[in-house]
């Protein structure tokens, strides 16, 4: 079957525009996480969604950052007034039964 | 709170031989373990992982890795590696509970040369 998908797979933009990153989870999987991966941090939880339970958002790291997921499906991860150091590629994963987390490709962002 | 270490930022070896990649872990309750692979511009793919049993898990592609709980480790390991392994392997723990986040090391870049 069809896995994590994520668009666009690359993302330039100048500094201080608002951004937004889709994710379309596994069909059925009903927690979805976003993860960053930069040079300088590894990879980062940001954010997790399961069911109609209210989301994790303790990697968020800063006020600038938020996400939704429309009708337990897709999510957009938003990224308002962007700053360079918001450059990296971020990652959608979801989940069944919370053991194995599937991930898509990802979306480089630049920030110029 | 977890954390997962991953010494060793890059591995060199030849084609062939034995290849050992250290992961240790810290936490204060049980952990299910992952080791992820990312080959160059793809994303992360689930290599093996250890959620309960048996304490040495295996893949298809010949990698095995051992939970030592007494030493808080999860090394994989191969013993004789192709050049289609080069990538970049993340060793990753979660709690054993619900719908966690995952935890990475920092990752470990192998690269295999003829």
């Known amino acids: 079957g069809a896995g994590v998908s994520q668009s666009p797979s690359n993302k330039v933009t100048e500094k201080g525009k608002d951004v937004e990153l889709r994710c379309d989870p596994i069909s059925g999987h009903t927690a979805l996480y976003w993860y960053r991966q930069s040079l300088g941090q590894g990879l980062e939880f940001l954010i997790y969604f399961q069911g109609n339970s209210a989301p994790d958002k303790s990697g968020l790291p800063s006020d600038r950052f938020s996400a939704e997921r429309t009708g337990g499906s897709v999510s957009t991860l938003t990224i308002q007034r962007t700053q360079q150091e918001d450059s990296a590629v971020y990652l959608c994963?979801?989940?069944?039964?919370?053991?194995?987390?599937?991930f898509g490709p990802g979306t480089r962002l630049t920030v110029l | 709170a977890q954390s997962v270490t991953q010494l060793d930022s890059q591995v060199p070896v030849f084609e062939e031989a034995p290849v050992e990649l250290r992961c240790n872990y810290s936490s204060s309750v049980s952990v299910y373990l992952f080791w992820y692979v990312q080959y160059p511009n793809q994303g992360l793919q689930l290599l093996l992982k250890?959620?309960?049993?048996?304490?040495l898990v295996k893949s298809i592609n010949g990698f095995e890795a051992e939970f030592n709980k007494s030493q808080t480790s999860f090394h994989l390991r191969k013993p004789s590696v192709h050049i289609s392994d080069t990538a970049e392997y993340f060793c990753a723990v979660r709690t054993n509970t619900g719908f966690q986040k995952l935890v990475f090391g920092t990752g470990t870049r192998l690269l295999v040369s003829p």
């Open positions: 250890y959620l309960s049993g048996s304490t």
């Open positions: 994963a979801s989940s069944r039964g919370g053991n194995e987390q599937f």
